[in-house]
């Protein structure tokens, strides 16, 4: 009788330790933004087989054109 109890009470703690993160979380706080490019006046990450944009900082920002050899 006491193994069955113990698997009971061992079952509900399992339960509880797995579902009360989830009751005590609160709704929208999740990490802060990262910025990809601190240092950058602008920034684009795109995904190349999709074309889907993953990550922009300042996307209509008038900048001058970089020198070519920079590319």
């Known amino acids: 009788m006491t193994s069955k109890v113990f698997k009971w009470f061992l079952a509900l703690q399992l339960v509880l330790l797995l ?5 005590f979380a609160e709704e ?10 601190p240092n950058a006046a602008s920034a684009a990450l ?4 999709t074309g889907t944009v993953i990550f922009e900082k300042n996307k ?3 900048l001058p054109r ?3 050899p920079k590319l």
């Open 19 to 23: 579902t009360l993160p989830a009751v």
């Open 28 to 37: 929208g706080k999740g990490a802060p933004p990262i910025d990809l490019a």
């Open 46 to 49: 795109i995904d190349a087989d």
């Open 60 to 62: 209509d920002a008038k």
């Open 66 to 68: 970089p020198a070519s």
